[in-house]
């Protein structure tokens, strides 16, 4: 059996078929094997939310836990045992919607933690309301006219709050994204990773097809993530082009130090 495959647990995954969940799972067992880390020294704490099953599907020790409040549950479990590597797993309503101001808590303190956000700009679990970074004039059940609010731009508030460690990734990419998130769980402080996700039951908008016009690979256009401020402006950019990989990174104390 691989070492990705040992990581599997006896809980069969109940996703629907073609959710970016999946690259997900895939790209969370693979970093972990990958960087050879004992599953008896991982925790994967969750909210609520398709996300949010997630810790069920890996055999390391998993927290399932309340709506918004993965970040407080793992921060207090980092605090307890600095030998853990605790890894974050939430959605865009856990974690910038209901879970916002642990959010922001949890960056600026820069808890020593992981944070993979399955960012797929809608509720699905409660099958298809608008989110928090449902783009203006999205059309859901709870907004037939089209959103009239202006989407949260996740990455945006990671930096403005003093953020180390601020990535982003797409399910379609489960390479690149596991590269992400190793470096996310070596990374001093809160490694962040903004993961676009397509919800392919509820968004008909942000789909594989739509991302794979639009996004691109940060590293290879020369971009160094060294300048908070030139991260500030990368972060703004959403739409016909959006970033891929590491907008920022630095070195700095980590809470509990
Ligand atoms: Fe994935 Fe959407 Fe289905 Fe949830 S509702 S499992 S996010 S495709
Ligand atoms: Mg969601």
């Known amino acids: 059996m691989s070492p990705v495959d040992e990581l599997r647990s006896a809980t069969i995954p109940d996703w629907c078929p073609g959710c970016g969940d999946y690259a997900i799972v895939m790209s969370v067992k693979a970093a972990i094997a990958e960087l050879n880390l004992d599953p008896k020294d991982v925790l994967i704490v969750s909210g609520i939310g398709c996300s949010s099953k997630l810790?069920?599907?890996?055999?390391?020790?998993?927290?399932?836990?309340?709506?918004?409040r993965p970040l407080p549950?793992?921060?207090g479990a980092k605090l307890a045992n600095h030998g853990l590597k605790v890894i974050v797993i939430s959605g865009d309503g856990d974690c910038y919607g209901i879970g916002m101001s642990h959010f922001i808590h949890a960056v600026r303190r820069n808890v020593d933690l992981a944070l993979v956000v399955h960012d797929n700009q809608i509720y699905g679990l409660t099958t298809g309301q608008t989110s928090p970074t449902s783009d203006f004039g999205?059309?859901?059940?709870?907004?037939?006219?089209?959103?009239?609010?202006?989407?949260?731009?996740?990455?945006?508030?990671?930096?403005?709050?003093?953020?180390?460690?601020?990535?982003?990734g797409?399910?379609?990419?489960?390479?690149?994204?596991?590269?992400?998130?190793?470096?996310?769980?070596?990374h001093r402080g809160t490694g962040f990773v903004d993961v676009l996700q397509p919800c392919v039951t509820?968004?008909?908008?942000?789909?594989?097809?739509?991302?794979?016009?639009?996004?691109?690979?940060?590293?290879?256009?020369g971009y160094q993530p060294t300048d908070r401020a030139a991260?500030?402006?990368?972060a703004r950019e959403w739409g016909d082009k959006i970033p891929l990989g590491l907008l920022f990174k630095e070195e700095k104390p980590v809470y509990g130090d």
């Open 73 to 75: 549950i793992a921060t």
């Open 138 to 168: 999205f059309k859901t059940k709870t907004t037939p006219s089209g959103s009239i609010e202006n989407a949260v731009r996740p990455l945006s508030l990671a930096i403005a709050a003093g953020g180390t460690f601020v990535s982003r």
């Open 55 to 68: 810790p069920h599907y890996v055999q390391t020790y998993g927290f399932h836990g309340i709506h918004g």
């Open 231 to 234: 991260a500030a402006e990368k």
């Open 202 to 221: 509820f968004n008909k908008v942000n789909t594989y097809a739509w991302y794979r016009e639009r996004a691109y690979d940060l590293a290879l256009t």
């Open 170 to 186: 797409l399910a379609g990419n489960p390479k690149h994204l596991t590269g992400l998130i190793k470096e996310a769980i070596q």
